[in-house]
């Protein structure tokens, strides 16, 4: 998981290293910015969450982990 709303090349390498251990990933990011497709475009990267605040966000991480728990 990673917060993707600014460029940031910490959070890039994570998620290539994601995918080079096959590591399904959520990027985070807020409502009205569009994530680098480098974020978007790399297979692990599963969901993409749009947010507008930390409430509306910790709402939407739990209700997307619970689908995946439910699996």
């Known amino acids: 998981m990673g917060e993707v ?3 940031s090349m910490g959070v890039g390498m994570e998620f290539q290293m994601a ?15 569009e994530p680098s497709i ?5 297979p692990v990267t599963k969901e993409v969450i749009y947010y507008t605040d930390i409430n ?5 991480l739990e209700e997307t982990l619970q689908e ?3 699996k």
């Open 5 to 7: 709303t600014s460029p």
């Open 19 to 33: 995918q080079e251990h096959n590591i399904p990933c959520i990027a985070l990011c807020r409502k009205g910015v």
């Open 38 to 42: 480098m974020i978007t475009g790399i």
């Open 56 to 60: 509306d966000l910790s709402k939407q």
């Open 68 to 70: 995946e728990n439910d």
